[in-house]
Structure formats: structure tokens, C-alpha cells
T-cell receptor
């Protein structure tokens, strides 16, 4: 069965600290897609990254980086030098062939960056 | 307007009312979704439309009725709702890629629904 686990319910850091948000997934398929979304207080989910199961290269985009490890079924998200504007709820999601059009979301991690 | 828009942003209704939520996407996508987001719960997929045909219905109660008249518009008709239906209702769209590929979803700002 498909499942996405974000064990960290809430994380608080002080501005400029690095923070890693964990995401562990379960799927029986060999082809699948992983996503991260950010939900600021305004409510709208903002797409951050999409990764397919055949691409295990880590990705860096500015202060954001993602570590995809199939061996541990994890797709962790790191924010370097966090800023107050990074405060939001972050969701990890999975989509695989067994559920075309179906995206399974984790419960989200609320990140609070304190000035 | 760009991206995905939703109206109204806030809605308060009684259990006997009938109302509709509207979603419009300006991205040229061919798939649209309704999600329900309740406090401390994962996002729940309610309905999926691809090329204006409903392809997924996650056992949603019949008091929620979707309508997709074209690839740019999606409605969620509400009637005789219960207080537990109070939640943030999010609309999303994506481009149906080649078979087996899942594209990213773009979300609207949501409608905050309160059922009294």
C-alpha cells in the first residue's frame, strides 16, 4: 500500500539555522514520483520539487536541497540558513502507477523559524 | 488571473443550505482535483477529473457533488452538509503527462468552509 510518513509534526528553529524535514514513503511500484509542497499561512500549497524514482541525484535549489535515498525509502528536505519566510507547513507526497492521478500526502511538518 | 483561482475564499453555511465552490485554472492543464484538508489530517483526495471525465471518487458522501463543464472549470456542489465537513477545500490542476508519469499539481488558495 502507498503511504507517506512525516514523523516530525512541528519543528522550531532560530533564523539562520539549517533544518531537515524528513519524509519516508512506502510503495510496491518501481516507478513512482515524489513531491514536496509548501503551505504558507495563506493556505495555498506551493510546488517545490518533483522527483522520479529513477533519478537519485540530490538536488539543490538556492537554500533548498533534497536527499533522495531509495535504500531507505526517504526523500528528505533541507533548508540551509533558514529565514522567517520559510515558516510554513511542508508536505511530502507520493504518486505511483498503481494510483494514476492519485497523490498520497503526508500529514505535513509545521516549520517555525524564529527571528 | 493566473494559476488556479477559487471562489469564495470563505463560506459559512447552515446544514440545510445549498452552495457551490468554484475553481478555475488558467494553466492549460487537463486534470483537476478536489481535496479536503481538515486539522491534523492528511490531505484527502475527493475527486479527480481528467479531460473533463471523472476518473476517481474516493468514496465521498453524496452530499458533495462535483461538476466539470470544461477543462478549465471545476465545481463542488454542497448540500445538507454536516459540521464535520467544515474544512479547507483545495482545488488543484496538473497536466496529464505520458502514461505512467505524474506531473506536479498546482493548487488554488482554498475555500475555508464552516458548517453550522
Amino acid at each position: 500500500a502507498q503511504k507517506v510518513t512525516q514523523a516530525q509534526t512541528e519543528i522550531s528553529v532560530v533564523e539562520k539555522e539549517d533544518v531537515t524535514l524528513d519524509c519516508v514513503y512506502e510503495t510496491r511500484d518501481t516507478t513512482y514520483y515524489l513531491f514536496w509542497y509548501k503551505q504558507p499561512p495563506s493556505g495555498e500549497l506551493v510546488f517545490l520539487i518533483r522527483r522520479n524514482s529513477f533519478d537519485e541525484q540530490n538536488e539543490i535549489s538556492g537554500r533548498y536541497s533534497w536527499n533522495f535515498q531509495k535504500s531507505t525509502s526517504s526523500f528528505n528536505f533541507t533548508i540551509t540558513a533558514s529565514q522567517v519566510v520559510d515558516s510554513a507547513v511542508y508536505f511530502c507526497a507520493l504518486s505511483d502507477l498503481s494510483g494514476t492521478y492519485k497523490y498520497i500526502f503526508g500529514t505535513g511538518t509545521r516549520l517555525k523559524v524564529l527571528a | 488571473e493566473t494559476g488556479v483561482t477559487q471562489t469564495p475564499r470563505h463560506l459559512v453555511m447552515g446544514m440545510t443550505n445549498k452552495k457551490s465552490l468554484k475553481c478555475e485554472q488558467h494553466l492549460g492543464h487537463n486534470a483537476m482535483y478536489w481535496y479536503k484538508q481538515s486539522a491534523k489530517k492528511p490531505l484527502e483526495l475527493m475527486f479527480v477529473y481528467s479531460l473533463e471525465e471523472r476518473v476517481e471518487n474516493n468514496s465521498v458522501p453524496s452530499r458533495f457533488s462535483p461538476e466539470c463543464p470544461n477543462s478549465s472549470h471545476l465545481f463542488l456542489h454542497l448540500h445538507t452538509l454536516q459540521p464535520e465537513d467544515s474544512a479547507l477545500y483545495l482545488c488543484a490542476s496538473s497536466q496529464d503527462l505520458a502514461s505512467g508519469e505524474a506531473g506536479e499539481q498546482f493548487f488554488g488558495p482554498g475555500t475555508r468552509l464552516t458548517v453550522l
